[in-house]
């Protein structure tokens, strides 16, 4: 829809987040994975504590997309571009509708 709206940084912003959010998840997964092998020799705990450090990683990605959205919104607030408000507010009306279903 941004295409539409001719904002390249729309695009890149939200391959940006997506990334993040993907490699939020991976984190998860591969943690999971991990913490699901058993004790051994060297590691007699086991790796049970790989889903703390993959949350501890996970809520790392969140503060980074966080960061990176404040950093935005103040370029944003410094130096306001031109968008075409009515196509943007039907995008967003579609969004919350899509939300609520």
Request: aromatic share 16%; glycine share 4%; charged share 10%.
């Amino acid at each position: 829809m941004a295409f539409i709206c001719s904002q390249v940084q729309i695009n890149i912003f939200s391959f940006f987040i997506y990334a993040l959010d993907i490699a939020g998840f991976l984190t998860s997964v591969v943690a999971i994975i991990i913490s699901k092998k058993s004790a051994n020799l060297k590691y007699t705990f086991g790796f049970q504590r790989a889903q703390t450090l993959g949350a501890l990683a996970s809520v790392a990605f969140v503060w980074l997309m966080t960061a990176y959205l404040v950093i935005e919104a103040i370029k944003r607030i410094k130096t306001p571009e031109n968008i075409n408000g009515k196509f943007m507010f039907f995008i967003a009306l579609f969004g919350v509708a899509v939300n609520i279903v």
